[in-house]
């Protein structure tokens, strides 16, 4: 089981930035693909950004604001968040799978391990 720890959530104004850190003690974690996913309450889970070994992919809410990288170095993948809007506002998770199964993955099934996810609230 691969073990994933969120940090860096918290309170921002519409605007303000936040960088997010997914953090793993997995050994061979640069052998799998992480995601961030979303939730706002009462809503379902939406896809954020996914980093690869070699590519990124984000959802069209998020491009041009939010940039995913990796440090597999230090076993953690960041999701640098810029001009944060009030519809950023949710729980958010990373989550992995190894790399082969899937080469761009969007949808939360595709991935097999979960962090418990950190809270970003943007105010108006």
């Known amino acids: 089981q691969v073990q994933l720890v969120e940090s860096g959530g918290g309170l921002v104004q519409a605007g303000g930035s936040l960088r997010l850190s997914c953090a793993s003690s997995?050994?061979?974690?640069?052998?799998?693909?992480i995601g961030w996913f979303r939730q706002a309450p009462g809503k379902g889970r939406e896809f954020v950004a996914t980093?690869?070994?070699?590519?990124?992919n984000y959802a069209d809410s998020v491009k041009g604001r939010f940039t995913i990288s990796r440090d597999n170095a230090k076993n953690t993948v960041y999701l640098q968040m810029n001009s944060l809007k009030p519809e950023d506002t949710a729980v958010y998770s990373c989550?992995?799978?190894?790399?082969?199964?899937?080469?761009?993955?969007?949808?939360?099934?595709?991935?097999?391990?979960w962090g418990q996810g950190t809270q970003v609230t943007v105010s108006s």
């Open positions: 997995e050994r061979t974690f640069s052998s799998y693909n």
């Open positions: 989550a992995a799978h190894i790399w082969w199964k899937y080469s761009t993955a969007t949808a939360a099934e595709d991935y097999d391990h």
């Open positions: 980093i690869s070994a070699s590519s990124t």
